[in-house]
């Protein structure tokens, strides 16, 4: 019998049909008993194709490389003392070579930006992400109430390390979590309930790093509810068919816990 740990730990290479065919007939004869198993390896096939499919670069903003181009033209410029016995450089091919430093720092410098989610879509897709979680029945990819196993699972599946608290004891317990795609990017869901409803807490790094914030007023979509905050270095945006006031309440408890 294969255990979901010796499955998981293998998964990636039968979605890249990298196991032999005993090992992979193993891995597919578990996954079609093993529903949390198979969650997860659908969750991997989804990113795998929207990775193929979506626009996953982001570069560096224009006014960012024109700065970058401007101080390696300017150090270019500058006078050297040619080394003992070489004559110096000529210009022109220095600032070639200038040049090419910048592009290719510039080109660097796409991965390290931060890359923020916003647009006049984003609510849209917030609500459609909450209901497409309701509607195919997966609205967790691991389902547990332990903050302490639902954290450590996101390592090594984002870029960066979400936040998880259980807010039972506050009337909102945690379910669990998942994985998203949302605006290009990768990113964290929480689940939480409040009797009947369901509230998906999607986490993201924040654009601005500035001080907490969380937003009076609620968005309204299509019946169901989106607060926003940022906390911490990170956006979050809850959103449930819950009523307004308890989902702010939930993103003050959320608030006040993670404080702590």
């Known amino acids: ?3 979901c740990a010796e499955v998981r730990s293998v998964m990636h290479g039968l979605l890249d049909g990298e196991l032999d065919p005993a090992n992979a007939l193993r891995c597919e004869e578990h996954l079609t008993g093993c529903p949390e198993c198979a969650s997860e390896y659908r969750t991997f096939q989804a990113l795998r194709r929207a990775i193929r499919t979506g626009d996953a670069s982001h570069p560096a903003p224009e006014a960012l490389r024109s700065r970058v181009l401007q101080a390696l033209d300017a150090e270019a410029e500058r006078p050297r003392l040619p080394a003992a016995g070489r004559p110096a450089p000529a210009r022109p091919l220095g600032r070639w070579i200038a040049a090419g430093s910048a592009l290719a720092l510039a080109a660097s410098l796409t991965l390290f930006v931060a890359v923020p989610l916003r647009g006049p879509d984003l609510e849209n897709e917030l609500v459609s992400g909450h209901v497409r979680s309701l509607l195919a029945d997966h609205l967790t990819d691991i389902k547990t109430s332990d903050q302490h196993v639902v954290k450590p699972w996101f ?10 608290v259980d807010l039972a004891s506050s009337g909102f317990p945690l379910v669990g979590g ?27 790094p924040a654009a601005d790093k500035g001080p907490a914030a969380l937003r009076s007023d609620t968005l309204s979509r299509d019946g169901y509810h989106i607060l926003h905050w940022t906390a911490g270095g990170m956006s979050f945006w809850a959103v449930s068919d819950l009523n307004a006031a308890e989902l702010h309440e939930f993103a003050t408890r959320w608030q006040a816990e993670t404080r702590s």
């Open 1 to 3: 019998m294969t255990s």
């Open 155 to 164: 390592a090594g599946k984002l870029d960066f390390s979400p936040p998880v």
């Open 178 to 204: 998942r994985l998203e795609y949302l605006s290009g990017r990768v990113i964290a869901a929480l689940v939480f309930r409040r009797g009947e409803h369901a509230i998906n807490l999607f986490i993201a």
